[in-house]
């Protein structure tokens, strides 16, 4: 009998460690998988967009490029890691596709930063759904195709969602040490000073926890010289060449060409949801197909139930920063400070959350039948396919042969 309870002892502390291994490694499956699929949709036909044409901002940002050469001279501008990025690219092969490129990297690790974070929550299966999601969105693929900034406003609020969240569950010096990164890279995005001060005033307690664990002899300090380091470029950009438009660009005001008048604040700030939802007519040729809006019917189904799940739970302190983020953004959207299309990976976790609450409804009504709940998990992946196959091909048929498109893609490169 003894050695029968022993047996049952070792095998309860046995199989919850073989599951979470299991569970990990099918992670990691997920994650090379979400992966994969980023970088084959997002390098289609990269190189002739619109018939080898680029827009007037691709133009801008290779012109901006130019200008700050050598690279040490973008290191220190608005936007400074992204063109130290595009120099790494453009010293391979100086021609726009190797540009694109850059904004492909950017977008593919958008993609494993909303898989990280929904994973850890939901599980590797629902991960794949918000990256599914994420991919196929037609914003998400007008963004992340083109050789312009705007993709790394998606970036800085995918990569706060996922630090912050890291930092307060976790609270250990490597997670402060991810986001001192993830705070100094927001910094050198436009508008995202109010993101990054939003997000360390929510999560200060989980600040303070993690650096009083830091124990280490030199860990502080070497913290700090870390920040400073990597604040040092843009804090350097903004006191030497000071001016009032300097300052406005870097703050974001005037970014995306919107009224900014406080009357008119409100309808910008309804456009927000419209462009992402119902129709992007506010949204120039370059970013938008017609009036269909960033997101299928089916993605804004999901959105929807995710947010009802969010707004029913709110004492969850995950889902807390993921609504003060998207708030943040929105207001920041309704001030044409940021893009709408920043909130995509937001949208993504949040549907996310929608396909788990599904999936889960469906669980509950069959939880001791594996072939039933096979078939629910299935069919819910088979929709979310379709319609991402109908959004990915809205994209590459309907918007590069968008008489709008093509009219915006006329501009020759320097």
Known sequence: MATATAK??????V????????????????FGLSFTASALILLWRLSTLTD????????????????NSPWWKSVSNIYGPYYLLLHGTFAINHSLMT??????LVGMIVVALVYWTVTNWHGYKIGLMSTLILITSFGFLVVARQATP??????????LVFAAVNLTHKQSPLSLVLYSIVFAGTLYVPGGVCLALVTTIFIRQSLIKAYSACIKR????????????????IAYRLIR??????????????????????HSFFVNLVHVPLDLFAHASSLAPTLSIGHLPMLPVTFSIMTAIGLYVYLTHLSNWRWQAVLLIFATSWLLSGFGIISPLSLLPLVAIIAGTGCAYLVKQWYDVFPYNPIARTT????????LIFTGIYATRSYIVGWANSKATIASYTQTLP
């Open 8 to 13: 049952a002892k070792v095998q309860s502390k």
């Open 15 to 30: 199989r919850p460690a073989l599951k979470s291994r299991i569970n990990v490694g099918f992670g990691w499956y997920g």
């Open 52 to 67: 080898n044409f680029a827009s007037s901002s691709e133009v801008a940002t290779k012109i901006q490029l130019f200008t």
């Open 99 to 104: 540009l694109r490129l850059a904004s492909v």
């Open 150 to 159: 705007l993709v790394t406003q998606l970036l800085a609020v995918a990569a």
């Open 218 to 233: 030199f860990a502080k300090p070497s913290l700090i010289l870390l920040e400073l380091l990597l604040l040092t470029p």
């Open 241 to 262: 060449h000071y001016s009032p438009s300097q300052l406005a660009t870097w703050l974001g005001y005037g970014l995306h060409g919107k009224s900014h008048a406080w």
């Open 376 to 383: 629910g998990l299935v069919l819910i992946f088979s929709i």
